[in-house]
Structure formats: C-alpha cells, structure tokens
C-alpha cells in the first residue's frame, strides 16, 4: 500500500476529499455515545462544503490530506496564530486537527501525517489540539511528545476531551 500525505489547497477535489473522511471520522468517534440519527443529523446539517472552502483558502490555515493507494484517509488541518486559552504565554500558536480513519490507522500512515504536519509548523512555538479522550490516535501523539495540559470538550457533541500541547 502506498501511503502518501500532501498539501491540499480548498478547491472542489481537496474539500470532497475532506468531507469524504469528516463524515466517517465523525461517525466512528461517535457512534459509541451518539445516536446514528444525530450524527447523521449533524453530518447533513453543520459539513458546509463553501465553509470549509473559505476557512481552507485562509493564508493563516493549511490543509494536508493522507492517502493510501490514493484513496483519502487522513488529514490535519493546521490554524496559525490560534490559542487555547491560559496556555500561549506570549508565543506563537498554532492549533491542528488530526484525523486519520480507524481502518487505516498504522504506524506508517500515523507517521507519513505526523511528518508532513510537523514539517509544516516550524514557525511556531507551541502546537496544541484538542482531541476526545476515546481517540485511538490520542496515544500516538502522546508518544510524539504532546503533554495533557488540560481536561476540555470538544467535537461537535462537545464529548469529554484532552487540550494537547507540543512545545517546538
């Protein structure tokens, strides 16, 4: 399987990509403590195709997509200049997202995303995310040298969470 993970710019192929992996991501984190219906009520109500264009066409936002055998299966988007409160300091922060869909979460496609993202950052001072404390991929970016920093809510059902940060 070839994984590879690149820079995606918000046109029609990288959001239809993007959505294609929102939609399972959101399904497979949630499914455990949501209803299908509301997940499926939230998938049709709050994915906004023209939103994500916008956001993605930010100069502050970059948008990298992971693909095995050129079929999507992971991105991070990452958001310069954002911070979590209480934890900036006076440096520069950057906020990413990192998502990588369960049947293909290995280690080489977590380190092909992982790689690409970090590459990405090294104008800033701190990398932080805020990830459910059920993500499989919340261990792997603890060994990748991300520290708890805070007990939080995230996602669209606002489901129990941990605020990360990475000191770069």
């Given at each position: 399987?070839?994984?590879?993970?690149?820079?995606?710019?918000?046109?029609?192929?990288?959001?239809?990509?993007?959505?294609?992996?929102?939609?399972?991501?959101?399904?497979?984190?949630?499914?455990?403590?949501?209803?299908?219906?509301?997940?499926?009520?939230?998938?049709?109500?709050?994915?906004?195709?023209?939103?994500?264009?916008?956001?993605?066409n930010?100069?502050?936002n970059?948008?990298i997509?992971?693909?095995?055998?050129?079929?999507?299966?992971?991105?991070?988007?990452?958001?310069?200049?954002?911070?979590?409160?209480?934890?900036s300091?006076?440096?520069?922060?950057?906020e990413?997202?990192f998502?990588?869909?369960?049947?293909?979460?290995?280690?080489?496609?977590?380190?092909?995303?992982?790689?690409?993202?970090?590459?990405?950052?090294?104008?800033?001072?701190?990398?932080?995310?805020?990830?459910?404390?059920?993500?499989?991929?919340?261990?792997?970016?603890?060994?990748?040298?991300?520290?708890?920093?805070?007990?939080?809510?995230?996602?669209?059902?606002?489901?129990?969470?941990?605020?990360?940060?990475?000191?770069?």
């Open positions: 399987m070839e994984i590879i993970s690149k820079f995606k710019v918000g046109s029609e192929e990288g959001i239809s990509d993007l959505i294609s992996i929102i939609d399972s991501s959101v399904y497979s984190l949630h499914k455990d403590f949501v209803s299908e219906e509301d997940i499926q009520k939230y998938i049709k109500n709050e994915i906004d195709p023209r939103k994500m264009i916008n956001d993605l930010d100069l502050s970059q948008l997509m992971t693909y095995a055998d050129q079929k999507p299966v992971g991105y991070s988007i990452i958001k310069s200049g954002t911070a979590y409160p209480g934890i300091d006076g440096k520069k922060t950057t990413i997202s998502i990588i869909l369960p049947e293909f979460n290995a280690p080489e496609t977590r380190q092909s995303l992982w790689k690409k993202c970090r590459s990405a950052v090294s104008f800033t001072d701190v990398l932080w995310i805020n990830m459910l404390v059920h993500d499989p991929l919340l261990e792997f970016l603890k060994e990748s040298g991300f520290t708890v920093v805070a007990d939080s809510k995230a996602g669209p059902f606002q489901l129990p969470s941990h605020v990360l940060t990475m000191e770069i």
